[in-house]
């Protein structure tokens, strides 16, 4: 059944039963999201669909044996967050066996837990910190050095990606490498010392290969322990209020292999974020032959979850659809110029996917990047019209009017994250103050071009969704440098309603998510604060009192703790997982 008419059944179906409601929410501040400043008190929700939203009584009056109440305390409910673009699937398989940064707010407590996980992590095991931080967020306002990282851990193997532009190995990482001075990677440093020898330093110069590559010689999670660590990624996200996300694919992310654990999950029902995932070309060169093979063995709107709409879903093509178009936003390194023979490898590869009406999206930080990447849109275009094919560019900081005036005239959308949010920094370094918001979202908004929020997340922004909103709310920096003119900032509604039925269009489900309001999605989360009044910085730092996806119960904090569902141990018994948890938010 297509994604539509599975949708208009459950709405039926929950409709039609309305007075048998299998939940009801009560005494919230619930932000119904239908425009700013629209609250209601009381909510109902029957299979998996939002039946009713008003005041207690009016609500309650649904009530009837067997119906599940929630006393939400004069707490804030909103709709759950949707992320417009997370490497989600990707990440499940390894969260288990990272060390996550994200949210530490000193460099001491980070190497502290460095240190610790060293102690407890088994021999012949890698200790990794993937991404998520910089040094900003840290009250000494730089990064570790080589030396206090071999003083740290001398004796087991230990690799810290940074950004997509550093990677830092400790020199027993180095020794089971095998790095050495005759070591090279073809857009890549491995630093050597005045004698001859690797450092520890890698240096992406300027595309992130040498680091990815690194990255995939620190080893796997057995297959079981993957299905463990995926379960606890997404039972961590709803931890954080996200019940849906917009996977991007990502680099080693290859269809259909690196997707069998979440398939599989996804098939038993026991995946608790909504996913839609684009598929992400692997091997330079072999771009066409990829999707050519993709198209006989998936199709957009295919639901794999056994138990909700959209639950496990194909969603199209991306972000990567040829890797020669690829431009990293390593703003370390100066901007990249794509390959001559871009074009003539994009444009076949569009011209498939319109052709069988495949979704799609792509990666383009520069707008000298999406200058090439447009005249090949609207080529194919002309010769091939969309006739409201959904089509979209990720990040797009320096994009033009006059391009936003082109994607707006070809039907598109810009999904934007706060990669500038751990990169402002370093981009104001090479090319000075901010003139202009980046990426422009106030200008997309004004234009009425379709824009979803998102975080980038995780192995160079963080997956943390509330530093990603705090940044569109304030246009600060994870250091607190203002980047944006207060004109361009956005206001807590605005910069919500991004985050959820903002990138709700990106998956073709705008009129299905983002609102409290009847007919929509079960999905929706109460917060421990208030989200509309707290201080600016707090907003950082929410997370979730309780999550509810598809009408079930997902993730309950210490204010529910009696409505908190089962999780399985974390595995391996030494993950930092186990110790730390995820997002350190507290």
Do not use: C
Request: charged letters at 25%; aromatic letters at 10%; zero cysteines.
């Amino acid at each position: 059944m297509t994604r539509p008419l599975l949708a208009a059944a459950l709405l039926a179906a929950g409709l039609s039963q309305a007075y048998a409601t299998d939940m009801i929410i009560t005494n919230g501040k619930v932000a119904t999201m239908a425009r700013e400043g629209s609250f209601a008190q009381a909510v109902a929700i029957k299979g998996g669909v939002i039946t009713a939203v008003g005041s207690n009584a009016q609500v309650l009056k649904l009530k009837k044996p067997g119906t599940q109440v929630i006393d939400a305390g004069g707490r804030t409910v909103i709709p759950g967050l949707n992320d417009s673009h997370l490497h989600i699937i990707r990440q499940g398989l390894n969260y288990n066996a990272e060390l996550r940064w994200d949210g530490v707010t000193s460099l001491k407590r980070a190497m502290q837990m460095l240190r610790e996980q060293a102690a407890r992590t088994p021999d012949g095991a890698w200790i990794k910190v993937v991404g998520g931080f910089n040094e900003f967020q840290f009250e000494e306002k730089r990064l570790p050095t080589l030396e206090e990282l071999n003083e740290a851990v001398p004796d087991k193997p230990v690799f810290i990606l940074y950004l997509y532009g550093l990677g830092f190995v400790n020199k027993k990482g180095i020794e089971v490498l095998g790095y050495d001075k005759d070591t090279k990677y073809k857009d890549g440093v491995v630093e050597l010392g005045t004698d001859g020898k690797p450092t520890g330093l890698l240096v992406a110069k300027p595309n992130a290969m040498v680091l990815y590559s690194t990255l995939g010689k620190t080893g796997a999670l057995p297959r079981d322990q993957q299905l463990n660590s995926t379960i606890q990624y997404y039972r961590e996200m709803n931890r954080l209020g996200v019940t849906s996300a917009i996977d991007a694919g990502g680099g080693g992310q290859a269809y259909p292999d690196d997707y069998a654990v979440s398939l599989e999950l996804a098939k038993g029902g026991k995946l608790a974020v909504r996913t839609s995932y684009y598929l992400f070309a692997q091997k330079p060169g072999k771009e066409l032959e990829n999707y050519q093979r993709w198209l006989t063995m998936t199709k957009p709107d295919r639901n794999d979850h056994m138990f909700y709409a959209n639950g496990y879903n194909t969603e199209g093509a991306g972000e990567n659809l040829v890797w020669s178009a690829a431009d990293f936003e390593n703003f370390l390194e100066p901007r990249p110029e794509m390959p001559g023979h871009m074009e003539s490898e994009l444009e076949p590869v569009l011209r498939l996917l319109v052709k069988n009406r495949w979704p799609f999206r792509i990666h383009a930080t520069y707008g000298e990047s999406i200058e090439r990447d447009l005249a090949v849109i609207e080529k194919v275009n002309r010769e091939m019209p969309f006739n409201g094919l959904r089509w979209f560019f990720d990040h797009a900081e320096t994009i033009t009017d006059d391009q936003l005036a082109r994607v707006k005239k070809l039907g598109g959308g810009v999904a934007v994250q706060d990669r500038m949010y751990f990169q402002g920094e370093h981009y104001a370094k090479r090319y000075g103050a901010q003139e202009r918001q980046m990426p422009p979202i106030r200008k997309m908004l004004e234009m009425k071009i379709p824009v979803g929020l998102g975080t980038d997340g995780t192995r160079v922004s963080s997956y943390g969704p509330w530093p990603s909103i705090y940044w569109a709310v304030t246009g600060k920096t994870a250091g607190g440098m203002p980047m944006w003119q207060a004109r361009d900032r956005l206001s807590r509604y605005e910069a919500l309603k991004l985050m959820t039925q903002g990138s709700a269009w990106f998956s073709g489900e705008e009129k299905l998510k983002g609102q409290i309001a009847k007919g929509q999605y079960a999905d929706l989360v109460i917060l421990p604060k208030d989200y509309f009044s707290i201080p600016e910085a707090e907003i950082k730092t929410l997370e979730s009192a309780l999550t509810v996806v598809n009408g079930r119960i997902v993730h309950a904090g210490a204010d529910f703790g009696q409505y908190a569902p089962e999780l399985p141990p974390v595995q391996p018994e030494w993950s930092p997982v186990k110790y730390y948890g995820g997002y350190q938010n507290h």
